[in-house]
Every structure is written in C-alpha cells, then in structure tokens.
C-alpha cells in the first residue's frame, strides 16, 4: 500500500477520477454548489482521511499537476488574442471594472475583518484573497500575513465565485459577455476564469486578462491600502 500512495501516479489518477466524478455529478444535478473543483476537494479530503494517508503522499502526483498549472495559464492568452477587437473597443471600461473591483475587495475584506475584530496579522492574510495565489503568496508575505491562510482564503474565493456567478448574473441582469468575464477573472482569479470559460470565448478572454491586471495591480495597492489600514487599527 505503502508502495502505491508514494507513487506519482496516485495523487495525479485520484486527482483526476475526483474532478471527473465532480464534473458528472454537477451535469446530472444541475445545481450550482456541485462545482467540480469543490466535489473534487471533498472527495480527495474525505479519502485522505479515511484511508490515513499522508498529504505529503498526496502532493507527489499533486506538484506534477502544479507543473502544468504555469502553461495552462500562458494558454488563457489565446481567446485573449482571438479577442483582440473587443480589447481595444472597451479598453476602457474594462480597466475602469478591473480596479472597482479590486479596490472594492481591498476594502471589503478590511472592514469586516474590523468589524469581525481579527487581529493585523489575519488581515494581512486576508487581503490578497481575489488573486492568483503565487502573486497573493508573495502580497500576504510582503504585509507580513501567513500564506498559508492567505492559500486557502483565494481557493474559497475562487469557489464561492464559481459557484454564484450564475446567480448573480441572473439577479442583477448582468447579460454582457465583457462585462461577466471581468467580474468573474477580478473577483474569483483562476477558479473564476474556469467557470468563464463553460460560459464562452468572450468571457474567458475577458477573466483570463483580468487576472494579470488585477494581480499586477493588487501587488502596487495593497501595501499603500495596508498602511492606511495600520493607522486606523
């Protein structure tokens, strides 16, 4: 047994079996909360678990997979290009969306974590939670957070936004294919831009663009954001 779980192979098969069984589920269901990505996650937990094996097992197979996630994201690039028109059409309200909603969750996520009275170190952990999770590693370690809180919050944010997007789409009429690939690639990074993706080209352009950006810029406002914060708590 021992043998089987150290092998590459085990984390990258059970890795894959898990999102499969995620994806089939959500396309017999139909519901919004049976998003492959969180199915998978509860599926590889709950064996890890029963089964008493270790993460570190686990996470052979897992950094192969992590390996292809940096080309996977170069891809995004192509339906960016195929969307090169749109680009330059709505250049800028599409810049204007990116740092709404980037400010908008800056200080967001300061205020209740205020009001929800957790210390500074928490909220340093906390604030990069809507980007990419190598640039939100590196944010959350330049205020002096704990990255691997700063991990898990940008994974459930991810999800929730994957999960709700359609929803609230629908409750608030937001019908433009740009429009919903920015909110989606702003809000909820990678796991967003996978959603964008099932709804068409446009989108996934738009969310695979707004990735970048609102990483890049996150890096050059949060610590100016962060200081601003200090002198207030």
Request: some cysteine.
């Amino acid at each position: 047994m021992n043998n089987i779980v150290s092998h590459g192979m085990f984390g990258i098969i059970l890795s894959l079996f898990a999102f499969e069984l995620g994806l089939f589920l959500q396309k017999k269901t139909k519901l919004l909360i049976m998003n492959p990505l969180l199915i998978a996650i509860i599926i590889i937990m709950t064996f890890l678990q029963v089964f008493h094996i270790s993460l570190e097992d686990y996470q052979i197979g897992g950094n192969i997979i992590s390996l292809f996630l940096g080309p996977a994201t170069v891809v995004l690039a192509v339906p960016l290009y195929q969307q090169i028109a749109n680009l330059k059409r709505y250049i800028i309200p599409i810049l204007i969306g990116i740092c709404s909603g980037i400010i908008t969750s800056l200080i967001s996520t300061i205020v209740l974590c205020v009001c929800f009275q957790l210390n500074k170190e928490m909220i340093a952990s906390l604030l990069p939670k809507s980007i990419t999770t190598p640039i939100g590693i590196e944010v959350s370690s330049q205020l002096q957070g704990i990255p691997a809180i700063t991990v898990l919050a940008i994974l459930i944010t991810g999800i929730i936004g994957a999960v709700l997007a359609d929803m609230i789409f629908k409750v608030f009429c937001i019908q433009h294919p740009i429009a919903k690939g920015i909110s989606l690639g702003t809000s909820a990074h990678a796991i967003g831009t996978t959603k964008a993706l099932s709804l068409g080209k446009v989108e996934a352009a738009m969310s695979s663009l707004s990735i970048g950006v609102a990483g890049l810029l996150t890096v050059c406002i949060a610590p100016y954001v962060w200081q601003v914060c200090l002198s207030f708590i």
